[in-house]
């Protein structure tokens, strides 16, 4: 028998101890023993609820009792889900994890202490929900060199990007709505402005990469300032506006990454990823495209990503699981060096100036838009383009880039 500790009994605490009850004879052949739920760590009480019975409020319980042999951090946040976690780690209890900013922020310090416990400590959940995302780029992919990364992290700005793609609506309507339907937060800063993307990119590069990306480092631009006529833009080129996280390896130990709103078209395989789904776009070297897609969130997608790792902890309680993460930092271009295409929105100035700004143009109008045009410039840096901008003149309405 393997005794858990499930720390944190909400949304996904919850959804773990649903999915090892339903699901508890499969899981209990895969895993090679029994796993047995013998606590429950949350500041609240359930009457009524079964979990009742396995239920404390003090972590000290789970901490001193040798008999526990991994502990699972659906929390969520910081503090104190690190403390309790390198607790658990320090006295030689396996840990897995949905929470993505204690893995972005600490991930390579507790790893790097599974490793000499030879424990584990795996967090599958952390990006992309239910998508077996994190267990592919450590194990199927390990043949391959992994040269970019790409994709849509977070469903509730997907969502929002969507309607407002179909529908015409505003952003502060799609929001409200998004609200509504429990996908976003009351607070939704960390999804609008794409700081939870941001987070999962970085895990994921570090992964794919082997070295640390450093959240912090990663330019990040949220989807606040997306229009509805920016959305119509998209759809006169044929194309939808997505908020990326992305990453690549440009050269033996450089790196760009960075979490924006990106046009895009109709050949990516993103661009059909609607409403709440994830999705991550792969490039391997010997692989190819490969692209990985399903629910991004919800109460029993993401726990059933965690009970995975249960599963895997469980036939290794003694033997460390490689992980292709490094603590090594990850240099990264200056984002004044990377180069793409950019999508610009501007008024007051003719084609014919703004082509001899940049070169050559694919220019789009809009006929309910008849006081502007927007235009698509050639592959450039994005210092190169900033410099050509400055010097057009005229009102810059928006900038998008584009996905190539």
Sequence with gaps: M???AVLGYG???SGVVEVINTNHESINKRAGQEINIKYVLDLRDFPGDPVQEVLVHDYEIIANDPEVDIVVEVMGGIEPAYTFVKRAL???KSVCTS???LVAKHGPELMEIAKEK???FLFEA???GGIPIIRALN?????????????ILNGTTNYMMYKMATEGSDFDVVLKEAQQKGYAEADPTADVEGYDACRKIAILSSLAYGKFLNYENVYTEGITKITPEDMVYAEELGMTIKLLGTSRKLGEDTFTALVAPFLVGQKSPLYSVNDVFNAVFVHGNMLGDAMFYGSGAGKLPTASAV???VVDEAKNLHENIATNWSNEPMKLTPMEETEGRFFVRVKGVTEAQAEAAFGKLQIVKVASLPDEFGFITECMKQKEYKEKISKLGGEVIAMIRVKD
């Design 307 to 309: 009970v995975a790792d």
């Design 139 to 151: 194990g199927s992919l390990t043949a391959d060199e992994v040269d970019e990364i790409t994709g």
């Design 99 to 101: 929470n993505k900013a």
């Design 118 to 120: 030879n424990i584990n």
């Design 90 to 92: 320090e006295s030689g």
């Design 126 to 128: 952390s990006c992309g």
């Design 11 to 13: 949304t996904v605490g």
């Design 2 to 4: 393997v005794n858990i």
